[in-house]
C-alpha cells in the first residue's frame, strides 16, 4: 500500500490516499477515510491561484465521501470517476449483498444501511448526490498527475487542472491480476461476473480464495450453474466468517465442488486441467472466472513519486485506526 502519515498524505506533498488504494476496502471504513481526509484538508489555509483545492480521483466509497465533506467545507472541490458512480462497488454481480453500517454523511444525515444489495446502495447514493447537489464527473480518465513547486497538475480527458491537493481514492481492481497459463486469452476466461444467471446449467470454475471468489461461486451455484472452485492454499482463511460458513455449507450440500489446494495449468475449450498435490484433473469446463484480485497503478504512482510498502498483519496507519475493529 502507499505509504501515508496520520492523514493520509502520502511523502509527496498535497497527495493523499484514502479508500481501497490505501487498504481499506469495506464501505463504511472507507466513507470515513474520505471525511476524515477532506476534514483534514480543510482545516489548512486554502491556496490561491489554482483551479480547485482540492480534486478527489475516485468516486467509489472513499471518493464520495470525500466529495460530501468537500461541499460541506465549502471547499473548491473537483471529483474524476474514470468509469460510473459506485467505482468498485458497481462492478460487483448483480444482487451482491454488501454489508455496510449506520453513517452520517455530511449535508445528508444518516443512512442507516446494514445489509444491502448492491443495486440499492447505488440507489440511495445517488439520492445523496441529488439532496446534496455534489458533482462528479464520470468517465474522466486521470492520465497524468505532476507535484508542481506550488501546486499540483491533473490532466483528464485532455484537459489541464491545478490544484492544491489530490485526493486518490482509486479502487484496487483496475488491473485484473492473470493466471498466466495457456488458454486465458480464450473468451471463456473472465475476471468479473455480472449477472450470474447468464451461466445457469453451465461448467464454471472460479479461481481465487478471497471474499469476491467465494461470493463468486455461491452466485453461480444459487443460479443453477455447475461450479467447480479452485484454490492455490489448502484451507480458505481469508474470507469473512459469513462467506466461508455459506461456502462450507454449499460444498457439503455439492453445489460447489472444491479442488484444494490446486493450480490451474491449462485452459482449453472444453476442459480446464488443474494440478494439486501431485494429481492432476482435467475437467470440462465452458467458463473460468478468474478472482484473485488486482494489480495496482504502480507505474502509475511511481512516476508520481508515492512510496510504497507491504504489510504483513501491521495496523494501518491514519487517524481512523478504531474502524479496523469495526464488523463493517
Avoid at 461541499?71 to 460487483?92: H, I, M, N, P, S
Avoid at 510504497?308 to 469495526?326: D, F, I, Q, V
Amino acid at each position: 500500500i502507499p505509504v501515508t502519515d496520520e492523514s493520509f498524505q502520502t511523502r509527496v506533498p498535497g497527495i493523499f490516499v484514502v479508500g481501497e488504494l490505501g487498504g481499506i476496502g469495506l464501505i463504511r471504513n472507507a466513507m470515513l477515510r474520505g471525511l476524515e481526509c477532506l476534514a483534514t484538508i480543510a482545516a489548512q489555509p486554502q491556496q490561491r491561484g489554482v483551479d480547485y483545492d482540492v480534486i478527489i480521483v475516485g468516486a467509489g466509497p472513499a471518493g464520495l465521501g470525500a466529495t460530501l465533506q468537500a461541499a460541506a467545507k465549502k471547499l473548491r472541490y473537483l471529483t474524476l470517476e474514470q468509469e460510473d458512480l459506485g467505482g468498485t462497488v458497481a462492478k460487483y454481480p448483480r444482487r451482491k449483498v454488501v454489508m455496510t453500517a449506520p453513517l452520517h454523511l455530511p449535508g445528508y444525515g444518516k443512512i442507516y444501511f446494514r445489509d444491502v444489495h448492491k443495486e440499492d446502495l447505488l440507489q440511495e447514493w445517488r439520492k445523496i448526490i441529488a439532496h446534496t447537489g455534489v458533482r462528479i464527473q464520470t468517465r474522466m480518465r486521470v492520465e497524468k498527475i505532476v507535484r508542481r513547486d506550488d501546486f499540483i497538475e491533473v490532466l483528464s480527458a485532455g484537459r489541464r487542472y491545478t490544484a492544491s491537493h489530490v485526493v486518490l481514492a482509486l479502487g484496487r481492481r483496475g488491473t485484473p491480476r492473470k493466471l498466466d497459463v495457456p488458454g486465458e486469452t480464450l473468451s471463456k476466461v473472465i475476471y468479473q461476473l455480472d449477472d450470474p444467471r447468464e451461466f445457469a446449467r453451465r461448467d464454471c470454475l472460479v479461481v481465487g480464495g478471497g471474499d469476491s471468489a467465494l461470493e463468486c461461486a455461491l452466485l453461480l451455484a444459487e443460479a443453477g450453474a455447475r461450479v467447480s472452485f479452485s484454490y492455490r492454499q489448502k484451507n480458505i482463511s481469508r474470507a469473512k466468517p459469513r462467506n466461508r460458513q455459506l461456502f462450507e455449507a454449499a460444498v457439503r450440500a455439492r453445489t460447489i465442488q472444491t479442488f484444494l489446494p490446486s493450480e490451474v495449468q491449462e485452459i482449453t475449450a472444453t476442459a480446464v486441467r488443474l494440478h494439486g498435490e501431485g494429481v492432476e484433473h482435467v475437467l470440462p469446463n465452458d467458463d473460468v472466472i478468474v478472482m484473485i484480485g488486482g494489480v495496482l497503478p504502480f507505474d502509475f504512482l511511481k512516476e508520481l513519486g508515492i512510496e510504497m510498502r507491504t504489510l504483513y498483519g501491521e495496523p494501518l496507519p491514519g487517524k481512523a485506526n478504531s474502524a479496523r475493529h469495526s464488523k463493517t
